[in-house]
Structure formats: structure tokens, C-alpha cells
T-cell receptor
Framework: EAGVTQFPSHSVIEKGQTVTLRCDPI?????LYWYRRVMGKEIKFLLHFVKESKQDESGMPNNRFLAERTGGTYSTLKVQPAELEDSGVYFC?????????????FGQGTRLTVV | AQTVTQSQPEMSVQEAETVTLSCTYD???????LFWYKQPPSRQMILVIR??????QNATENRFSVNFQKAAKSFSLKISDSQLGDAAMYFC???????????????FGTGTRLQVTL
């Protein structure tokens, strides 16, 4: 069974450009999470989808970030326009709904560098 | 809000030896879950071990075990008989036990980079 897949693995863009990150969760996982780790700091929660609905977007830093999950399958996270402080590693995770101690499975992350 | 603190940015252990990674957390909740995740270089983060707060017995998974001290809000990870493949970033994480949709997110510490030497 395929795990959580993220594209691209690396992205280097200039300040002011737009970047779209993609996450394909494990099939059948209705929970999908986005997290971000800025260099040397903790991994921080960005938002949580249940199927196609945003359950919690309290961690989204500002309105330059837009996440979507059309059809409740894969998700995209768009940053527009990108700023230097957006650099970091963006992780996606998925899990089953309705099982409290279920494990969250992570992708390998997208390393975003804004120059 | 919950916080997770890992006070050891880097640790080193010799192959076959034992190492303990520290983690403390702060919460006002009584029901929650604690996790240790491992991220090898350029690879996916994987779950190493989990602990339910209501369980007094410390979790064990092969060479990995935890020392869960609920009153002290401490959750350390012990790796026995360390192997080269254990070299990775280790993240301690907390999740609420509340059965609400917004409670299922993880709160992470800053991570501990573990080096394993010959």
C-alpha cells in the first residue's frame, strides 16, 4: 500500500512567486493534516481536513496560504506570494477518522526555500 | 494550549549502547496521547512508540521504551542496543484525548538529532 506522498520534494522560488505543494494521503484516510517546520524549530500545525472540509485552520499563518482538498482526496497548499519567512519543510499527514489512537502517517515533506 | 519541550538538540551514542532522549510537556488535560516519531535523513517520519496517558504501564516496542511520568509531565525515550539505523531526528509529540475534530492535531517539540557512532 502506498504511503503519504508529497510533491515536489524540494522547491526553490524567488520572493513574490507562487508555489503549490501537493499531498496524496493514504487511500481511505479522511483526515489530512498540514504541518510546517521552520529551520531548527518545532513542527507546527497548519490545518486539518476531514474529507474535503476544513476542520481546523487555526495554524495557517496568514492569507497568503490557501489549502484545498477537492473531492476529499489529494490536497494542495498554495503560497502566494511567497515571502522569505515561508521557507521550511512542509509535512503532510493522514489518518483514519473515528479511531482515537490511530497513527498519523507522514509524507517525507517538501523543502521550500524562498530566496 | 499544550506545549512540548525537547531540551536536547543533539545527542550521540555509541553503537550497542543505550541512550535516553528527554521530553517534557505541559497540559491541563487528563486524557491525552504521547508519541515519539523518528525522521531519518530525507525520509518519511515514522511512529516509533505511543503512550496513552490513562495507562500506567510504560510502552515498549522492541529496543524502544518510554519512561512516562504523568505527574512530572515527562516522557523520555530509551533506545537500547543502539544501531546505526537509529540515527535520525526524533520528535516528541502530544495529542489531546478529547473527541472533537480540532483535538486530533499533534503538538511537537523541536526535535533531538541522534548520532550513532561506531
Amino acid at each position: 500500500e502506498a504511503g503519504v506522498t508529497q510533491f515536489p520534494s524540494h522547491s526553490v522560488i524567488e520572493k513574490g512567486q507562487t508555489v503549490t505543494l501537493r499531498c496524496d494521503p493514504i487511500s481511505g484516510h479522511d483526515n489530512l493534516y498540514w504541518y510546517r517546520r521552520v529551520m531548527g524549530k518545532e513542527i507546527k500545525f497548519l490545518l486539518h481536513f476531514v474529507k474535503e472540509s476544513k476542520q481546523d485552520e487555526s495554524g495557517m499563518p496568514n492569507n497568503r496560504f490557501l489549502a484545498e482538498r477537492t473531492g476529499g482526496t489529494y490536497s494542495t497548499l498554495k503560497v502566494q506570494p511567497a515571502e522569505l519567512e515561508d521557507s521550511g519543510v512542509y509535512f503532510c499527514a493522514s489518518s483514519q477518522v473515528g479511531v482515537m489512537n490511530t497513527e498519523a502517517f507522514f509524507g517525507q515533506g517538501t523543502r521550500l526555500t524562498v530566496v | 494550549a499544550q506545549t512540548v519541550t525537547q531540551s536536547q538538540p543533539e545527542m550521540s551514542v555509541q553503537e550497542a549502547e543505550t541512550v535516553t532522549l528527554s521530553c517534557t510537556y505541559d497540559t491541563s488535560e487528563s486524557d491525552y496521547y504521547l508519541f515519539w516519531y523518528k525522521q531519518p535523513p530525507s525520509r518519511q517520519m515514522i511512529l516509533v512508540i505511543r503512550q496513552e496517558a490513562y495507562k500506567q504501564q510504560n510502552a515498549t516496542e522492541n529496543r524502544f521504551s518510554v519512561n512516562f511520568q504523568k505527574a512530572a509531565k515527562s516522557f523520555s525515550l530509551k533506545i537500547s542496543d543502539s544501531q546505526l539505523g537509529d540515527a535520525a531526528m526524533y520528535f516528541c509529540a502530544y495529542r489531546s484525548g478529547l473527541r472533537t475534530g480540532t483535538a486530533s492535531k499533534l503538538t511537537f517539540g523541536t526535535g533531538t538529532r541522534l548520532q550513532v557512532t561506531l
